[in-house]
């Protein structure tokens, strides 16, 4: 399974997002001093969920980083975060 693929799966079964968008934006950073070369390492990731309801920005971003601990001290160098509960979009 894919980097990506497998961020997906984790937020999805953890989360239950409305909403989630995995950009794998590893081709931007391709060639950078600690770009690890792979293509999987670096990640934008967009989510929608009940679970933010209440929370503040630093207690939603260490859910996300909670459930993709393992990830995180691995492969993916870098994940940029929007997470928004549902009453913060208007989509």
């Not at 989360?15 to 792979?38: I, Q």
């Not at 503040?56 to 995180?72: C, D, K, M």
């Amino acid at each position: 399974m894919s980097i990506e693929a497998t961020i997906r799966d984790k937020l999805e079964r953890a989360l239950r997002p409305t909403r989630l968008d995995v950009v794998n934006e590893s081709h931007l950073h391709a060639g950078h001093r600690s770009s690890p070369g792979t293509g999987e390492s670096h990640f934008r990731v967009r989510i929608v969920s009940d679970a933010f309801t209440g929370k503040s920005r630093l207690q939603r971003h260490r859910l996300v980083n909670e459930t993709l601990a393992a990830e995180l001290k691995g492969k993916v160098h870098a994940l940029a975060l929007e997470t928004h509960a549902p009453s913060d979009v208007s989509d």
